[in-house]
């Protein structure tokens, strides 16, 4: 059976959906409320799918390891409210293999661990039905913001995208740390994202409002 790690910071959700794929017969099912429990977890079953919550305490040291090789076999998808999330364009930052609404029915839920499973990504229908209507009410909406981002912020934000640190963004635009840390910071307001995984999907044209 296929081995499934549910890790999701809020206990009643987390026990939903582990129960509810556990119900299946199909999955090895274990959960957990922090980053750490997954890490040791997925170290020593590293054929493991892991549904993570895209707000998880140290959910961005859970992708670091996938981007830099620790973790390769690990398919990671993002769990969020399907309700505040809007996509512009379908796609992915390093690191994740999908998106999947919280609420999803079991036997979308159970299809979709067999496609990260096999190596492909996943994203909700409806993004997919919506995007080009979503692509252009937001570059409506972009062009008449009143606090645009400038062009380094984009290129501050493109390499957040890319799972690049602080440390390597400096290196890679000439800047130092704290010049980039503030950089980061106008992009996470003028987005409206409250951390890097936000800021990445953000990157990719996956619109999240913070939580």
């Given at each position: ?51 993570a919550s895209r707000i998880l305490p ?58 990260l499973a096999s190596g492909a990504a ?55 740390a704290g010049t980039v840390k503030s ?29």
């Amino acid at each position: 059976m296929l081995n499934v790690t549910v890790a999701h910071h809020h206990p009643l959700i987390r026990r939903g959906l582990a129960q509810s794929l556990a119900d299946g017969g199909e999955f090895t099912v274990t959960s957990y409320g922090d980053v750490d429990g997954v890490l040791a977890w997925v170290r020593a079953q590293p054929d493991s799918v892991v549904l993570a919550s895209r707000i998880l305490p140290g959910i961005d040291r859970l992708l670091d390891a996938v981007r830099g090789g620790e973790l390769p076999r690990v398919p990671v998808a993002l769990l969020g409210e399907a309700a505040v999330t809007r996509p512009t364009v379908v796609g992915v930052p390093p690191g994740v293999s999908g998106y999947l609404p919280e609420d999803a029915d079991v036997r979308a839920l159970a299809h979709a661990v067999h496609t990260l499973a096999s190596g492909a990504a996943v994203l909700p229908a409806a993004w997919i039905h919506r995007a080009g209507a979503t692509t252009a009410r937001a570059e409506s909406r972009d062009a008449h913001s009143g606090a645009p981002l400038s062009l380094r912020e984009r290129e501050v934000l493109a390499l957040v995208g890319e799972g690049l640190t602080n440390q390597q963004i400096g290196r890679r635009l000439g800047l130092s740390a704290g010049t980039v840390k503030s950089y980061i910071s106008a992009v996470y307001a003028k987005c409206g994202v409250d951390n890097r995984v936000q800021a990445a999907l953000f990157a990719h044209g996956i619109e999240v409002s913070a939580a």
